[in-house]
């Protein structure tokens, strides 16, 4: 394996805690956090992504067991949550809040489940169109100013949004955190469509991303792994396009003697836009064979960048 380059590369804790229901989590779902934990670690990982609602916060709840466990543990990683997202409250299955109250009370409280004093970075899960990005500005400067968070970014939000809450916040939006994948291409389908003649089928905001590039705002992807769609997933009920695209990740993993995983995510490290894919599999192999992902991504060709493109969409560029 390649030298690890730990700071692209992030855990996301989304599978750590056991059922999605407020049951309690298990010995054995603490077992699964620490070795999956373990594996990032081991790979150079030093990112650890959050949200109050990942398994209903028992997600944050082991991984505060576990950093109490392992005290010299907290000083040498980046811990990042979210809020905006409530479920199953007020009769809703889900619903976006980022009311001055709601952010205020949310980050209070993923602050104590994970047993820091601080986290790191606060992103707001997802736009709330009731939200007044004044109050947010005032939420998250109180936040700020208590110490709990030391800064701030956003996730699914486009350059537009972004600027309408930066234009009353002193602090600067540090992250935006997208779905971004070879599987979802929106991102670069904007790109390439821009003046096309085909029908637009992608709803990406055109601009998010050089405007994150622009401002310094570093990008995240979410999915980045495409739920394992070209790196081991069962492709009895895929399309002909992701069995394609498998076929040729296999292949190119081969050419460039890595893993399937570091040829996906070398896809997304390739772009110019510096994406730092989040990894959501609690799975310690899957997790170990992503380590390649950044070298294999400066070694991708162009043409091969491209070919993977062309396979996973399922038609050549126009």
């Not at 700020?144 to 972004?162: F, K």
């Not at 790109?191 to 991303?209: A, W, Y």
């Not at 996906?264 to 894919?277: C, D, E, F, R, T």
């Amino acid at each position: 394996m390649h030298q690890h380059h730990p700071q692209q590369l992030i855990y996301g804790c989304m599978g750590l805690g056991g059922s999605w229901d407020p049951t309690p989590y298990t010995p054995a779902d603490v077992a699964v956090a620490e070795a999956a934990i373990g594996a990032a670690l081991e790979i150079g990982i030093r990112t650890f992504d959050h949200a109050d609602i990942y398994r209903a916060g028992k997600a944050e709840t082991v991984f505060g067991e576990i950093l109490r466990g392992d005290p010299g543990l907290r000083e040498t990683i980046t811990v990042q949550t979210k809020c905006g997202i409530r479920v199953g409250e007020s009769g809703l299955a889900v619903h976006y809040d980022l009311s001055k109250s709601s952010i205020l009370e949310r980050v209070r409280a993923s602050v104590r489940r994970l047993q820091v004093d601080y986290v790191d970075t606060l992103l707001l899960h997802r736009p709330d169109p009731l939200a007044r990005p004044e109050l947010i500005a005032e939420a998250l400067t109180d936040l700020h100013a208590e110490g709990l968070i030391r800064s701030v970014g956003v996730s699914n939000m486009s350059a537009a949004q972004m600027t309408a809450i930066q234009r009353h916040l002193d602090l600067p939006l540090k992250v935006n955190q997208l779905e971004l994948s070879l599987a979802k291409r929106d991102w670069v389908e904007a790109e390439i469509m821009v003046n096309g003649d085909q029908p637009i089928s992608h709803d990406f905001p055109v601009g998010t991303l050089e405007h994150c590039a622009q401002e310094g705002v570093a990008v995240q992807s979410w999915g980045a792994l495409a739920r394992g769609a070209y790196s081991g997933a069962d492709l009895s009920d895929a399309t002909t396009a992701d069995r394609a695209t498998a076929e040729l990740v296999r292949a190119l993993a081969e050419t460039y003697n890595t893993t399937a995983e570091a040829v996906v995510l070398g896809w997304l490290i390739k772009h110019p836009a510096a994406v730092s894919p989040v990894i959501g599999t609690t799975d310690p192999a899957r997790i170990r064979a992503c380590a390649d992902a950044v070298p294999a991504g400066e070694r991708l060709t162009q043409a091969h960048w491209y070919q993977l493109f062309g396979a996973a969409r399922g038609q050549d560029v126009p």
